[in-house]
């Protein structure tokens, strides 16, 4: 993702579902419900654009190697606020 713009840039529709519930998980143990349709438009645009898949691992402890990371070939654009 690149922020684009300065701070009276509007915010990316696409992912304001997932940045505007950001707020009520301010603190650990904190959670909110977001829409599982949520990142829909990424599937649009990997599939519209391209993506890139590797092989990797969780970036937390234990550190497993069970992900296939998904790369977009293209950059999303977001505010300086998201």
Do not use: R
């Not at 949520?38 to 992900?67: A, D, F, K, Q, R």
Request: aromatic share 8%.
């Amino acid at each position: 993702m690149q922020v684009v713009g300065c701070s009276g840039m509007p915010d990316n529709p696409s992912l304001a579902p997932i940045t505007d519930s950001l707020q009520h998980i301010k603190t650990m143990g904190s959670t909110t419900k977001i829409s599982p349709y949520c990142l829909l438009w990424m599937l649009e645009t990997c599939l519209g654009h391209g993506y890139y898949t590797y092989p990797g691992s969780l970036t937390v402890p234990p550190y497993n190697e069970c992900v296939t990371w998904i790369v977009a070939s293209t950059i999303t654009k977001i505010s300086l606020h998201q």
